[in-house]
């Protein structure tokens, strides 16, 4: 379903030259898989999950995504294509204040043009045990809460693939474990496939595949 | 979920900020649109009051508007007099001769037509005497006709009403000449009730003739500037001391004695022609020499008017004026320069207004980078970023714009019955100015936009990937 090859990516330096930071010959994510991406920081997890979106440009190579090349589309289709496939579940949460939990879960069907059942982003708020809160705003909300408003939303589309950038870095124990479960129970019922960038070996652990960024990416080969 | 959703949404977040912004948005809205009111209600009232029931105005040569002023609203001096046998000039043979008959000329003059009487066909000519006053209220002496012939109301149609009592007869049994009709405002301001007695003075502050009026007849509102004048029968004016004219030369016109000219009231009568005749109350008549007009309300037949103005202004004696040409002058000249003015001030608070929409939402764009980014992760293209930052500054100026119409409507009628009472007009809220008000909306939507652009480019250039870093 995500299929990478050959994928390079670098940014100017301060000094005038470029810095690269992503040389992947190959890399994939099956269909419905949940595949875990350990890496130290800096090495890259956030530029490729941006590239993956579609957010970032590749500067060369080949980024599949559910049979499209999205290095060779233009930026408003690579939105429109991040729109419909992809679902992005943040470190930080990133709802919208001034939405309440159910319109922040609209927000999504918004930008995909002509999905816009609130039937489903209901459906979704139930399902990650919100019923109550629809209509609560971010800041009415726990911690744990907004990640399961932020994991509905990511859904709301029906996306083929959901990107998790470190979803539990910023929460404690208890919650870290409810996120993990959350996202593999919805993502199992929803036939998603699962891209998740984490720290944790423990969070790690419970995907069905992890693969480490330094065994992936030449730019970090022989960095310790 | 719409773009304009989002935005709602976004002002809502930023409460306080977005309803001062819409607020003085709303206010410069109000400001036009009173401004439009007020202008409005000006030239409607000097357009009615210029056109009730006649389309020409006689008098003496000197400034057409001052003619103006004076003869149809009332103010200002008049321009001086012209002899009543030339107002007869107006008049058919039956109504000459009968004139002739009782004030004493030779009967053969009279028995003709007047040299304009078939300018005037089925109009009529109203003869006014101006000069007198009682308190601060004019004085017009006139006939009977004045209230049976003109019309007010803003077709033109409506007759002038008696809230009590009745018009001044010509001579009646029981006042002779000496009767009067006052205006609602003259009736209200100095508490007159039927049946007193008004004794007309030489001016505001002036001595008071010995005779006076009896009021028998109180108007209803007009909102024309009859509802600010005491009209008093002409054939009691004419025999007030002081209102005898000087016997003139013929051929020049001038005064024979060395009275200078001017107001009927500077001169003093010291003779009387037979035969007049004589009132029911026992008083003669002003012989026909002797009298005076300050100014003719002419209705003419058809559409001679202009014919007939051009005729009488090529004469040296009088001058035609169309009061609804000079009072369109007068607010060209005078009015719409400051109303312009008055407008182009209060655009400039919309303009200001803008420009806070601007700085209010250009000062949230820094924090909201991160929210913006977030949306373009959930896959709103860098256009739709860009129309919601243009939707939230086109529902500040046109939210406030609506508001600020709304506001100056709601003062507009609230204030409608005071405004009513003084000039005739009824402003009720959806009364519009037609001209100027469909373009506040068009206009505010490009103020919105023109305020929103610089905000909604910064969010069209927004750096995703940085932003979302850090």
Known sequence: ?224 | MNLFHIAWRNLQHRWLASWLTLLSMALGVALVVLVLAISGLIQETFRRNSNVGYNLVVGPKGSPLQLTLSSVFYLSKPVGTLPYRYYLEYLPKPAREQAYRQLGGSPEEGARNGSYGMFVGNGFALPICLGDYVGPFRIVATTVDYLGQLRHGPDNDRTFEFAQGRNFQEDSQEHGFFEAVVGSIVAKEMNFKLGDVIYPSHGPDGESHGDGFTIVGILEPTGTPTDRVALINIEGFYLLEGHVAPERDEETGLEKATKPAGDLQARQADQQVDPPANSKAGRKRLPLDQREVSAILLKTAGFVGIGLQQQINKSSRAQAVSPIGEIAGLLETFFQPAQWALLALTVLVCLVSAISILVSIYNSMHERTRDIAVMRALGAGRNTVLLVILAEALLISVGGGLLGWTIGHAIAAAASPVVEARTGIRVGFWSMNSVAEPFIIPGLVVIGILAGLLPALMAYRTDVSRSLAS
């Open chain 1, 1 to 224: 379903m995500l299929r990478i090859k050959n994928l390079r990516k670098s940014y100017p330096d301060p000094s005038g030259g470029l810095v690269e930071i992503l040389d992947i010959p190959h890399f994939e994510v099956a269909e419905g898989e949940q595949l875990a991406l350990v890496g130290r920081s800096g090495g890259g997890k956030t530029t490729l999950l941006h590239i993956i979106s579609g957010i970032t440009k590749a500067d060369s190579g080949l980024v599949m995504l559910d049979g499209i090349d999205l290095t060779r589309l233009s930026e408003a289709a690579r939105d429109r294509v991040r729109a419909s496939k992809i679902g992005y579940v943040f470190q930080t949460f990133n709802l919208l204040p001034g939405f309440t939990a159910l319109e922040n879960v609209r927000l999504g069907m918004t930008f995909a043009q002509g999905r816009r059942d609130l039937g489903r982003a209901k459906e979704l708020l139930e399902r990650v045990g919100l019923a109550q809160r629809m209509h609560y705003k971010p800041n009415q909300l726990s911690v744990g809460q907004q990640q399961r408003v932020a994991v509905a939303r990511a859904l709301a589309n029906r996306p083929r693939l959901l990107l998790a950038d470190e979803p539990t870095a910023n929460v404690d124990a208890a919650h870290q474990q409810m996120i993990v479960d959350l996202l593999r129970e919805v993502c199992r019922l929803e036939k998603v496939g699962m891209l998740l960038v984490t720290h944790s070996q423990e969070v790690a652990r419970q995907m069905d595949r992890v693969e480490h960024l330094e065994q992936i990416n030449r730019t970090l080969e022989g960095v310790s």
